[in-house]
């Protein structure tokens, strides 16, 4: 399949590794945010959401963080494995279930064995 | 419980000829969503259908319409291609009272 992130910035990391995904974004109205993973020729998965009155949320080997001063999202990943290899979207929505999302221009994670 | 499925999964048309694509959406999901996304950037949203009317538009022009059946499956139509239309078109389902939306594997278009 084509690979979808030929000119994306890109973070390098070990095999058991923890990585860490930014993303700035650009709405102060902005009150959903998901994070997406988009393998090479496949659409993208949903990983994991917050909403604007939280800051923090877990999920199995994920954390999003979301710092609304400075409108910063992270997306942290315990112990990478190669399967984490992939194009990483942030999303930003508003106005409840009517939503569009608007999103980032991604970053590529290449996990290293 | 089969996901959001879209048909088909590669096209080639001409510059000038019209397209459309097809989505189904997750088991349960009332409301779907259209992107494009060209190489290496992230999608773009295109307009969203609900109740089968179009609810919510992106910047994109008149040549690209939509619709949504009764069963909540939709259709992507974009008349007079462009060479800049090629893309992926990826179709996201959700429901009502939900803002996640999940996508399909998308249609590579690709415009000659």
């Known amino acids: 399949g084509e690979s979808v992130g030929l000119h994306l910035p890109t973070l390098s990391v070990q095999e058991g590794d923890n990585s860490i995904i930014n993303c700035a974004y650009s709405?102060?109205?902005?009150?959903?945010f998901i994070w997406y993973k988009q393998e090479s020729g496949k659409g993208p998965q949903f990983i994991i959401d917050?909403?604007?009155?939280?800051d923090k949320r877990q999920g199995q080997r994920v954390t999003v963080l979301l710092n609304k001063t400075v409108k910063h999202l992270s997306l942290q990943i315990a112990a990478t494995q190669p399967g984490d290899s992939a194009v990483y979207f942030c999303?930003?929505?508003?106005?409840?279930?009517?939503?569009?999302?608007?999103f980032g221009t991604g970053t590529l994670l290449a996990v290293q064995p | 419980d089969a996901g959001v499925t879209q048909s088909p999964t590669h096209l080639i048309k001409t510059r000038g000829q019209q397209v459309t694509l097809r989505c189904s959406p997750k088991?349960?999901?009332?409301?779907v969503s259209w992107y494009q996304q060209a190489l290496g950037q992230g999608p773009q949203f295109i307009f969203q259908?609900?109740?089968?009317?179009?609810?919510q538009r992106g910047n994109f022009p008149d040549r690209f319409s939509g619709h949504q059946f009764p069963n909540y499956s939709s259709e992507l139509n974009v008349n007079a291609l462009l060479l800049g239309d090629s893309a992926l078109y990826l179709c996201?389902?959700?429901?009502?009272?939900?803002?996640?939306?999940?996508f399909g594997p998308g249609t590579r278009l690709l415009v000659l």
């Open positions: 996201a389902s959700s429901s009502r009272g939900s803002e996640t939306q999940y």
């Open positions: 709405n102060s109205a902005s009150d959903y």
């Open positions: 917050i909403r604007s009155n939280m």
């Open positions: 999303a930003e929505g508003w106005g409840g279930a009517t939503n569009k999302l608007i």
């Open positions: 088991s349960g999901h009332d409301t």
């Open positions: 259908y609900y109740e089968e009317e179009e609810r």
